[in-house]
Every structure is written in structure tokens, then in C-alpha cells.
């Protein structure tokens, strides 16, 4: 069955960097466009960044544009997302999945990210 494990998130100062991964397993992840999502307390899920299914080309919000990085390892079912210049409002879960979301109502545990001094 679809499964996608988030790790890498953290507590972190201001203007520091994090790296996200996300092992995907159970679908065939190289034909899979496939995204990063946030979530803060209070509001709605919204996709941050997402990458084609070759990685040829990416996509991101404009709140984490120039700061975030998406990317893939097609051969180890991973996406990552490197994070830097953070801010306080990049506190968040964070979730991978894919763009649409691979499986209706299915998200993984994701892994929260606190950007505070």
C-alpha cells in the first residue's frame, strides 16, 4: 500500500536551514509528479513546492520562492526539500505526497519544522 515517511524536520533558528526527506514506497514513484505540502496551526494545507516526475522541471509558492529547493532520487523513491533562510512563518508540518495526492484521504505522519529563536 502507499506509504510516505517524512523525517528532517526541527527546530531551528531564524535564517537557518533544514533538509527534508520523504521515502516513498507502494506506487510507482518515477511517474509520479510529487510535491511538498505545509500545514500551520489554524489553517489549510497548501502545496509549497512540487517537481515532474523526472525532476525536469519545478514549481513553487511564492512565499518560499528563491529559499526552498525540491528534489528527487528516483532510484530510492525520495524527495527532499532543502530549506533555507527560514522564517517564523515557515513553521509548519510538512508533508510529501503527489500532485494530485497519490491516494484520496491519504497523508503520512509528516514532520514539523519550528523556526524560532
Known amino acids: 500500500q502507499v506509504q510516505l515517511v517524512e523525517s528532517g524536520g526541527g527546530l531551528v533558528q531564524p535564517g537557518g536551514s533544514l533538509r527534508l526527506s520523504c521515502a516513498a514506497s507502494g506506487f510507482t514513484f518515477s511517474t509520479y509528479v510529487m510535491g511538498w505540502y505545509r500545514q500551520a496551526p489554524g489553517k489549510e494545507r497548501e502545496l509549497v513546492a512540487s517537481?515532474?516526475?523526472?525532476?525536469?522541471?519545478?514549481r513553487y509558492a511564492d512565499s518560499v520562492k528563491g529559499r526552498f529547493t525540491i528534489s528527487r532520487d528516483n532510484a530510492k523513491n525520495t524527495v527532499y526539500l532543502q530549506m533555507n533562510s527560514l522564517k517564523a512563518e515557515d513553521t509548519a508540518m510538512y508533508y510529501c505526497?503527489?500532485?494530485?495526492?497519490?491516494?484520496?484521504?491519504?497523508w503520512g505522519q509528516g514532520t514539523q519544522v519550528t523556526v524560532s529563536s
Open positions: 505526497n503527489g500532485y494530485p495526492p497519490i491516494r484520496p484521504g491519504y
Open positions: 517537481m515532474s516526475s523526472a525532476g525536469s522541471s519545478t
